[in-house]
């Protein structure tokens, strides 16, 4: 045919890639040592042209190293090119050296319908068989989804305690107070009294800063009453509704405060402190405020701010208490054997936060 005797031009890319990389080593061993060895000695006299030589000579390595690198190259490209010859022979293209589609001998003329379309056709690639197989057995090699029984067990429950525990605040979350009280300081869960108070600083003009997240820390609060940037005092919140507060919390805070060295200190609590407390705190700067006082703070600001101070903390279900590890609210759950009911996370057993119910008992001291 025509196209088997076209001229191809040859480029001098392709006789180095047909070279042997042998042989581009070779070369360069010895312009490596006409470099080295034989030009230096060829002008001997001649200042100019022997230092000439003598800079050429230093530079053989980088000479011969682009040498081995075209090497590299080219006996890597060989090898890649003749691991593809053998696929390539096998293929199968369209100059009829493949076996995949390999025209058939012609057949005598009566033998063959005149089709020639079918013919065509015949001549290319088989065509793609459907799947004998029929929906249903497709349908049936894939195992069904069973759904989970431990989970269709476990939605029930969590959705009645999640309803149980919003039904007992319904009708104090609907019926929002008013005004201020101490029932409503009572009332405010751990977390948003710690938020309350510290927004009260806040509202009273002194910069503070909550720290992280947790009902039991040394530190709730911490107070900045000068332009130093350090804190001059630290506020531990206890929202413990009307519970005494013993000597033991009063305690530990003044282990924060000499450890941190600061000179002063507030515990605020919803409740009230025992007599202990306050002999301690007394003698330490450690000023206390209950829940009466610190009704009387609030009280004493204007009208405005008291408005905003308790429309922030009577904002969504402000009695249900904080996860302190997750910060959500957590879940009413019920007493086994006798047991009082409890607060637990939502995250159990990944979380295994619990909060015990308020009791009535005003009188009770709390030491933890």
Request: aromatic residues 8%; contains cysteine; charged residues 20%.
């Amino acid at each position: 045919m025509a196209h088997g005797k076209r001229k191809q031009s040859v480029t001098l890319l392709d006789e180095l890639m047909d070279a042997p990389w042998l042989l581009i080593f070779v070369a360069g061993v010895v312009v490596f040592i006409l470099l080295v060895w034989i030009l230096p000695d060829l002008a001997p006299g001649n200042i100019i042209l022997n230092s000439i030589f003598q800079g050429v000579a230093a530079v053989a390595w980088v000479v011969f190293g682009i040498f081995f690198l075209f090497c590299a190259v080219f006996f890597a490209m060989s090898a890649s090119s003749g691991s593809n010859r053998p696929a390539l022979k096998s293929g199968g293209g369209d100059t009829g050296g493949g076996t995949a589609y390999k025209r058939r001998p012609p057949e005598p003329p009566t033998a063959v319908p005149q089709a020639p379309l079918e013919t065509t056709v015949a001549a290319g690639p088989p065509p793609v068989e459907p799947d004998p197989a029929p929906p249903e057995t497709a349908v049936a090699a894939s195992p069904p989804v069973e759904p989970n029984p431990a989970v269709e067990r476990d939605e029930p429950e969590q959705a009645q305690e999640i309803d149980a525990a919003w039904s007992e605040h319904a009708a104090e979350m609907d019926a929002k107070p008013t005004a201020w009280s101490i029932d409503v300081i009572h009332d405010i869960e751990w977390k948003r009294f710690e938020d309350l108070c510290q927004k009260f600083y806040e509202t009273s003009g002194i910069r503070s800063e909550t720290t992280a997240l947790g009902p039991d820390g040394g530190i709730d609060i911490l107070l900045y009453q000068d332009d130093t940037g350090k804190p001059t005092a630290i506020v531990q919140c206890r929202a413990w509704g009307e519970h005494l507060v013993g000597v033991r919390p009063i305690r530990e805070l003044l282990g924060v405060m000499t450890h941190e060295k600061i000179g002063k200190a507030f515990f605020m609590t919803s409740g009230h402190f025992a007599n202990d407390a306050k002999m301690l705190a007394s003698s330490n700067r450690i000023t206390l405020i209950d829940g009466d006082m610190l009704l009387i703070m609030i009280r004493r600001l204007p009208a405005a701010a008291q408005k905003g101070l308790l429309e922030f903390a009577t904002e969504g279900d402000y009695m249900t208490p904080t996860c302190p590890s997750c910060g959500i609210k957590m879940k009413h759950a019920a007493g086994k054997s006798g047991n009082p009911d409890f607060w637990a996370c939502h995250n159990y057993p990944r979380c295994r936060q619990k909060f015990a119910m308020r009791q009535e008992a005003p009188q009770e001291v709390l030491n933890h």
